[in-house]
């Protein structure tokens, strides 16, 4: 969906798009599932444009539903991985505190 | 532009479109109760990315790049695992098997003497119906010969009288009771114009009904299809409500995160 934001992409132009970024490793044939439930959600949109080099192509953009719902999941992911980062650190925090109280005592 | 298999217009090798084509129908054989328009316009997608990936592709061997291609792009039951109806998707997934049992033992004690009922009463209404249609042409069929053979014997009484005298002597021809009566009023070539009228009358009714028959046929026909699409949809909503799953997110099992 990220990918979709502020460009359209077809099926197999979005598939370069994420392997290109390095990120993800998938099927290729395995976004057209997902991207077809979002169609049908109303998520994305979609139209068949005739290209000069072959087939036509079924590009996808994201609707403006598809956008409100992508920013509410980008919140909801910052809020994820603020809490999860926080975890991490509170162990570290505490290590390091036990050591100074050691300093200290010695 | 379709990776169909012997079309001249492939714009792939030989051998390649044949891989492609195998495959597509691999595809395609996943995809029966996907409604084909909805079937169409995924085959034109993937047709679309597997010729771009072709294209794409590096190499100088053709199979195997075409092979490269496929195999990146997955196996047909991954690809259309979304466009099928959720029964055939949920595999290891919980089901509820003792629901299921019971639903089986419900249909089968009550759904299926109830549906047997009411398709009994609609075969018997179709039946009738027919039955109808077949009457209706075997009475157009009878005023039509009973108009030939009329005019027939007009024909005979007007032109020649001494065989038609010769036919009722011998009792192949036999106007009896008021008709017969009436008739005796008349020369015998007023007899022939009159066998010639009573005839064309009988005629045209025939002539007529087979006419209408088409309509009756056509509206028949109308009606048997409608019933038997009506009965299909039953069968396909019920099949489907037995199938349905609850909706849930996007299903990202199948994309994996790669480490960085």
Known sequence: ??????????????????????????????????LARLDRDG?????????????????????????????ALSLELDVLVSLVQQKWKAPEQSGNNRKRLAVRKG | MRFEKGKAMNPYPEVVAKIAGDYMERVKSQ????????QGDFLREIESHLYEAYQQMPGEDDVARILAVLRNFGEPAEVVSDRLPGALVRSGTKRNL????????????????????????????????????????????SFLLVGAVTMLMGFLRILLPQVFERLVTLGYIQFNGPVGEFLDNFSPAYQGL??????????AAGWGMLRMGNHLLRGLRFLFSLTF????RLGQGARRRLRREPRDEPRLSRVSYVKQ
């Open chain 2, 229 to 232: 699409d009506w009965m299909r």
């Open chain 1, 43 to 71: 998520l994305v949109r979609s139209e068949w444009v005739e290209s000069d080099q072959g087939p036509p192509r079924k590009y996808y953009a994201l609707t403006s539903a598809g956008r409100q719902l992508f920013d």
């Open chain 2, 31 to 38: 995809l029966r109760l996907v409604s084909t328009q909805e």
């Open chain 2, 194 to 203: 009159l066998l010639i009228l009573f005839a064309s009358v009988f005629a």
């Open chain 2, 98 to 141: 003792p629901l299921y049992v019971a639903g089986g033992i419900l249909i089968a004690l009550f759904g299926l003497p109830l549906g047997s009922a009411g398709a009994g009463v609609l075969v018997g209404l179709l039946a009738a119906v027919a039955g109808l249609l077949v009457a209706y042409y075997a009475v157009a069929g």
């Open chain 1, 1 to 34: 969906m990220g990918a979709l934001y502020d460009e359209r992409h077809y099926g197999y132009s979005l598939v370069r798009v994420l392997s290109e970024s390095g990120s993800i490793s998938l099927k290729e044939g395995t976004v057209y599932p997902i």
